[in-house]
Nanobody
Framework: QVQLVESGGGLVQAGGSLRLSCVVS????????MVWYRQTPGKQRELVAT???????NYKDSVKGRFTISRDNAKNTVYLQMYSLKPEDTAVYYC???????WGQGTQVTVSS
């Protein structure tokens, strides 16, 4: 059984930084695509960043240049480094392992203006 556990969220002022972590257990993530999503109340979950098995990355336009997705296969962990945070980045952030359609419980990020 695959389990994903996110951490690192919190309350930060606009312009601040946070690093989210997603620790995966039950399956090795090496050479597999991993994804970060986010969701705000009343809205659909939206894709934020993707990292492929060979570490190619893609980002939602509004976070390009501010967010960086990375992976540490030895730790079976995926990260989302977020800089220059804006109030509109406020959301619950979820880690996703598409191959197994597995999701974490989410971690709340709140950016105050």
């Amino acid at each position: 059984q695959v389990q994903l556990v996110e951490s690192g969220g919190g309350l930060v002022q606009a312009g601040g930084s946070l690093r989210l972590s997603c620790v995966v257990s039950g399956r090795n993530i090496s050479w597999k695509t991993m994804v970060w999503y986010r969701q705000t109340p009343g809205k659909q979950r939206e894709l934020v960043a993707t990292i492929t098995g060979d570490s190619n990355t893609n980002y939602k336009d509004s976070v390009k240049g501010r967010f960086t997705i990375s992976r540490d296969n030895a730790k079976n962990t995926v990260y989302l480094q977020m800089y220059s945070l804006k109030p509109e980045d406020t959301a619950v952030y979820y880690c996703n392992y598409p191959l197994y359609n597995s999701w974490g419980q989410g971690t709340q990020v709140t950016v105050s203006s």
